[in-house]
Antibody, heavy 120, light 112 residues
Framework: QVQLVQSGAEVKKPGASVKISCKVL????????IHWVRQAPGQGPEWMGI????????NYAQKFEGRVTMTRDTSTNTVYMELSSLISEDTAVYLC?????????????WGQGTLVTVSS | IVMTQSPDSLAVSLGERATINCKAS????????????VAWYQHKPGQPPQVLIY???TRASGVPERFTGSGSGTDFTLTISTLQAEDVAFYYC?????????FGQGTKVEVK
């Protein structure tokens, strides 16, 4: 059974970058497409992008193009999401989630979430 | 595709029915496959979201039968037939018909 375990909370200053990890456990064949979603306080979830199992293909939401980078360490099956030029509005819980159908399915399971606080 | 949920919050007595609506700004039905690309998630504080329903009406493994998804095309509904205390949570609809994947703004379900 696949399980996603994320790195811990981060506090960053405006203008900085943050890099969050999502370790994929129980995926013996390394077949998981992983999405990143964020949820700001009082708002619905917002899709940020997806990375392929080999890490060679990504698709980012237009809103985050140029500011987000998703990478993958296939040796440890860990996915990373880096968001640069942080502003206060980037304060949110960031979640990774597995796509059940090679990038065209719903999300299951989800990571536990990583709180990123952007504050001067 | 914009997903619009209603209501934003809902207070229901234990044992009573809770109904959440979700409207897609465009069709999310694949006519050839006869599938609506809509999922419903339950999100409790401090826990990761969990899928309840996919393909608009298919209950995920382990999900109680009191959760039912319905609808097609652009209009969808999640019904909790008899609300239990453990159902207090936020509920979100999502379309996975196209990229970017989009979610509803969420519905908070509480006990009256």
């Amino acid at each position: 059974q696949v399980q996603l375990v994320q790195s811990g909370a981060e506090v960053k200053k405006p203008g900085a970058s943050v890099k969050i990890s999502c370790k994929v456990l129980g995926d013996s064949y390394f077949r998981s497409y992983i999405h990143w979603v964020r949820q700001a306080p009082g708002q619905g979830p917002e899709w940020m992008g997806i990375i392929s199992p080999g890490g060679d293909s990504t698709n980012y939401a237009q809103k985050f193009e140029g500011r987000v980078t998703m990478t993958r360490d296939t040796s440890t099956n860990t996915v990373y999401m880096e968001l640069s030029s942080l502003i206060s509005e980037d304060t949110a819980v960031y979640l990774c989630a597995r796509d059940v159908d090679a990038g065209v399915g719903y999300f299951d399971p989800w990571g536990q979430g990583t709180l990123v606080t952007v504050s001067s | 595709i914009v997903m619009t949920q209603s209501p934003d919050s809902l207070a229901v007595s234990l044992g009573e029915r809770a109904t959440i609506n979700c409207k897609a700004s465009r069709n999310v039905l694949d006519i050839q496959k006869h599938k609506n690309y809509v999922a419903w998630y339950q999100h409790k504080p401090g826990q990761p979201p969990q899928v309840l329903i996919y393909w608009a009406s298919t209950r995920a493994s382990g999900v109680p039968e009191r959760f039912t998804g319905s609808g097609s095309g652009t209009d969808f509904t999640l019904t909790i037939s008899t609300l239990q205390a453990e159902d207090v949570a936020f509920y979100y609809c999502q379309q996975y018909f196209t990229t970017p994947r989009t979610f509803g703004q969420g519905t908070k379900v509480e006990v009256k």
